[in-house]
């Protein structure tokens, strides 16, 4: 069984023949994630199954999407702490000027669809699954209307609140959930939002909020300057990322935590002050050329010790999955390429594509964390057999398949990787670029074998 069919054994679309297409389509988009879909496809056929199936508007997004949805779930079960990570990003057709569907995005002049996505993610930062998301087009409707006198139901942000919502519905509630976002997510409401026990949230402050060292009694101060009146608890060193503004490096960072509480803007006087830790870390001296790391965290996660504040941060060095998961659906999945006339059909191709990302992400991951893991029932039979011949030149297959560490850096070197002393570990961009390869070769190889 190939991994499609595992991951979508139990989809019901309401045709069986819909259901096998569905699992055809994945299987063939993760074998060659970076081709496009007549390139990918294994016939003609099944390209003409791919167009009709996005076509069919009794197909949903959400349905596409939904058992992957429970397989995420069924991934957390090893894992005590689930991080679940989300964030907005866009897609854009301005191209596709006869695309029906399309709304504005952030440049004023394109068009194309918003996706907010919830990312699980194991504590070690291995990513399980998309928990759930939502794709839609902007309206203009409300534009340039005071935002403040909207309620967060008719705002956009209620897609945060949304977010939370579904985390606690799903994540089983033995599980410590954390709820992770950047300062997009700095929304008192969503801080009001109710909670799960075990649930918390760690989101990075966006706005100077005031506050108060206690409930009622206290002077009222600016968050950022509160948190700096607070002494430096000890330093982390943490390994950032690399971004297109910034390299990947080792960060020393400062960090400082308290408690404070939230005082409410004007207009949501009703919800009352919010009780909250904050960590703020700091990098005294970064790198010539490079700008300094400022984090300052808001969380419900009970900080009382250093290594309490610490463990924040490292959870919240793990948001930059979901950068890596937007990164891979437009740029390894090609997401902003494909040419469909309507948004319905564009939303059921990014679903497909979602778990094709989310695959490509895993594998890279998972091999990071987890080197040492058989790669059988990762790659198909005929995958590792040929991986295996060809990356030590011989036509002796092994008994026993090699480990996922080994089979990810063969992929990676098919798809350039060098593998130098200085290189690190593969990233997911020659992964996906050797996947392509290792499914021609497999192919070959499963025809010559007979």
């Not at 679309?13 to 060659?32: H, M, P, S, T, W």
Request: glycine letters at 8%; hydrophobic letters at 40%.
């Amino acid at each position: 069984m190939g991994w499609g069919a595992e991951e979508l054994w139990d989809v019901d679309l309401g045709d069986a023949r819909r259901n096998r297409r569905l699992v055809k389509i994945v299987e063939d988009l993760v074998a060659q994630p970076n081709e496009s879909v007549p390139q990918a496809s294994r016939d003609e056929a099944a390209v003409q199954g791919v167009y009709e199936f996005w076509d069919n508007a009794r197909v949903s997004d959400r349905e596409i999407l939904s058992p992957h949805q429970r397989r995420t779930v069924e991934r957390t079960a090893g894992h005590q702490t689930v991080l679940a990570i989300q964030d907005t990003s866009e897609v854009e057709y301005s191209d596709l000027k006869a695309t029906r569907g399309l709304g504005p995005i952030s440049n004023a002049k394109a068009r194309g669809l918003k996706v907010h996505t919830i990312l699980a993610a194991s504590g070690e930062g291995v990513p399980l699954g998309l928990l759930g998301q939502e794709v839609w087009a902007r309206s203009l409707k409300g534009v340039g209307k005071d935002a403040r006198s909207r309620a967060i139901a008719e705002k956009e942000s209620r897609r945060w609140l949304e977010g939370l919502e579904l985390s606690q519905t799903l994540v089983p509630a033995e599980k410590q959930l954390i709820a992770i976002a950047d300062r997009e997510a700095d929304i008192y409401e969503l801080f009001a939002h109710p909670r799960r026990e075990g649930s918390e949230f760690l989101i990075r402050a966006a706005q100077n909020r005031n506050t108060k060292a206690a409930a009622v009694s206290g002077e009222v101060k600016p968050l950022f300057s509160a948190i700096r009146q607070s002494a430096v608890a000890g330093e982390i060193t943490l390994k950032l990322q690399r971004t297109p503004r910034r390299r990947e490096r080792l960060a020393v960072l400062n960090v400082r935590y308290g408690q404070f509480w939230l005082q409410p803007p004007a207009h949501l006087g009703s919800l009352g002050a919010i009780a909250v830790n904050v960590v703020l870390a700091e990098e005294e001296k970064p790198p010539t050329g490079e700008k300094a790391v400022v984090w300052l965290l808001l969380t419900t996660v009970k900080v009382e010790t250093f290594e309490a504040a610490c463990q924040c941060l490292r959870w919240y060095s793990k948001r930059w999955l979901i950068e890596r998961y937007f990164y891979v659906l437009k740029s390894g999945c090609r997401v902003e390429e494909l040419q469909l006339e309507s948004a319905g059909r564009l939303k059921r191709a990014i679903a497909c594509y979602s778990m094709v990302a989310w695959r490509l992400l895993w594998l890279t991951y998972e091999a990071w964390q987890h080197p040492e893991q058989s790669v059988a029932g990762i790659l198909e039979t005929e995958e590792w057999q040929v991986l295996y011949c060809r990356s030590h030149q011989t036509n002796q297959v092994p008994e026993e398949a090699p480990s996922l560490g080994e089979s990810v850096l063969w992929i990676a070197k098919l798809g350039g990787f060098l593998g130098r002393k200085g290189d690190g570990e593969p990233g997911v961009e020659t992964l996906w670029r050797g996947l392509g390869k290792l499914h021609e070769m497999a192919a070959t190889w499963e025809l010559m074998r007979g």
